[in-house]
Each structure stands twice: as structure tokens, then as C-alpha cells.
């Protein structure tokens, strides 16, 4: 992915200072990048758009909270993911109050769930065995957790989710199998 030039200092100062035209600058260069990140999360075009808009209402509310220790294009990614995630989480959420007995019932929700998970593992065929690896993946410690859902079932690369999550390449291949192994014995136990 091609990486957007950094936008000019100045530029983030007068948003930051409330001017609406360096915001709209911020917006137009970054609009598509944040698209983008959103997009690659929860995989569905409206819904992106929608998170965009949130996301850039929030930079709205937060910019003044950057501090410059790092590159304005990496800070608003963070919160652009940031954003995406907790969508994510939402869903997930409101579908684990749902009853088995209707997803197996209503088509749509099966889709929304299988939206959610993005499970292409031949193995993982039934909606039953989706949930249950669904609710073993929500009690995983959070590293493990992040790093599982970002490389296997996003398909971020080990130097993306070094940038995300803010941790050295070998933490995330380290987290990556140690949660592989965890969920991999969670599914043994729970077979």
C-alpha cells in the first residue's frame, strides 16, 4: 500500500487552532487512507463510509491531543482503526445476545455473523462450531487476541500490526503463536 506523504506541520497547528480549512486539507488527504483501514476491518463499503465520517468527527473533537511523537498520518490511522474495531466490537456484542436459536433461524443474522468472524478455515463449517470459536477468541488475553484477529483473520502483515499495536515485530510473531497454541487447546477442550 502506497503511503501518503505527511501532511504539512503548519497545516495540523491551524487545525488544531480550530481552522476549517486546514481541517478540510487534513480531510481531503486522508479521507482515503482512512477509508481504506476502515474498509479492510469490517469489510463492507457503506458501512466504511459511515466510519469514516465517525472517524473524522472524533479527529475533530480529539486533534488537540496530538502531540507530535509521532507522524499526524500514523496517529489518525490509530484512531481510524481505533474507530473500526470498536464498530467491530459493537456487532459482536449485540450479536452475542442473540440466541443460537436465531441465527439458525434467520439467514441474515448467519451472514452478520460470519461477516464478523471471516473464518475461511474448511474446518470451521457450521454456524455452531463459528460461535464457539467466536466466544473462545473473546476469553483469549487481549495481545493474543489482537494480534490473532489482525494477522489471521484481517490478514495484516507482522510490520502493520507493529504499527497498530505499537509493539516490536518479534512480540507480534510471539503473541501470534503463543495464541494460535492457546486457541488451539481452548478448541480441544471444548470439543
Known amino acids: 500500500m502506497a503511503r501518503k506523504s505527511a501532511v504539512d506541520?503548519?497545516?495540523?497547528?491551524?487545525?488544531?487552532?480550530?481552522?476549517r480549512e486546514a481541517f478540510e486539507e487534513i480531510y481531503l488527504q486522508?479521507?482515503?487512507?482512512?477509508?481504506a483501514v476502515c474498509n479492510r476491518l469490517v469489510k463492507n463499503q457503506a458501512i466504511s463510509e459511515e466510519l469514516v465520517q465517525d472517524t473524522f468527527l472524533l479527529l475533530l473533537r480529539k486533534i488537540h491531543l496530538f502531540k507530535g511523537r509521532s507522524q499526524f498520518g500514523t496517529w489518525l490511522y490509530q484512531i481510524a482503526?481505533?474507530?473500526?474495531?470498536?464498530?467491530?466490537?459493537d456487532q459482536q456484542a449485540k450479536d452475542n445476545n442473540e440466541s443460537l436459536g436465531q441465527w439458525q433461524e434467520d439467514a441474515t443474522k448467519v451472514v452478520q455473523l460470519e461477516r464478523v468472524l471471516r473464518v475461511q478455515d474448511s474446518n470451521l463449517r457450521s454456524i455452531t462450531d463459528r460461535v464457539t470459536l467466536e466466544r473462545l477468541i473473546a476469553k483469549?488475553?487481549?495481545g493474543y487476541r489482537s494480534t490473532l484477529l489482525l494477522h489471521d483473520f484481517h490478514g495484516y502483515e507482522h510490520r502493520e500490526i507493529c504499527e497498530i499495536m505499537n509493539v516490536r515485530q518479534g512480540t507480534s510473531k510471539s503473541q501470534l503463536h503463543k495464541g494460535r497454541k492457546r486457541l488451539r487447546a481452548m478448541l480441544e477442550a471444548a470439543a
Open 9 to 19: 506541520p503548519a497545516v495540523v497547528t491551524a487545525a488544531m487552532n480550530g481552522d
Open 30 to 35: 486522508y479521507r482515503t487512507l482512512v477509508f
Open 81 to 89: 482503526r481505533n474507530t473500526a474495531l470498536m464498530y467491530i466490537r
Open 140 to 142: 483469549m488475553a487481549p
